[in-house]
């Protein structure tokens, strides 16, 4: 059974750190490049990292650069995404998904961050 699971949300204060996990299961993970995408209240869904297959590159939306870091370890199938110097607009529910090429072929079911101001 295919699955993406992610972990550490939480609720946190202004200025607080989170580390997220998305654990893969069900499929080979290490060809497939992973991003991370975040949900907030009664907003579009947004792009917020991406990392390749290889780790070997990253991108960020501007609004997190700087804070976040996108991290993969294939040998344990998963991706991170350490959060610092979190803001209130950071807060919404944080999903993976598993990409190769255009195609979106896997997301998980989301964690949700909130950081209190």
């Known amino acids: 059974q295919v699955q993406l699971v992610e972990s550490g949300g939480g609720l946190v204060q202004t200025g607080g750190s989170l580390r997220l996990s998305c654990a893969a299961s069900?499929?080979?993970?290490?060809?497939?490049?992973m991003n991370w995408y975040r949900q907030g209240p009664g907003e579009e869904r947004e792009l917020v990292a991406a990392?390749?297959?290889?780790?070997?590159?990253?991108n960020y939306a501007d609004s997190v650069k700087g804070r976040f870091t996108v991290s993969r370890d294939n040998a344990k199938n998963t991706m991170y995404l350490q959060m610092n110097s979190l803001k209130p607009e950071d807060t919404a529910v944080y999903y993976c998904?598993?990409?190769?090429?255009?195609?979106?072929?896997?997301w998980g079911r989301g964690t949700q961050v909130t950081v209190s101001s």
């Open positions: 998904s598993a990409v190769r090429g255009i195609r979106t072929y896997y």
């Open positions: 069900g499929f080979s993970f290490s060809p497939y490049d």
């Open positions: 990392i390749t297959n290889t780790g070997g590159i990253t």
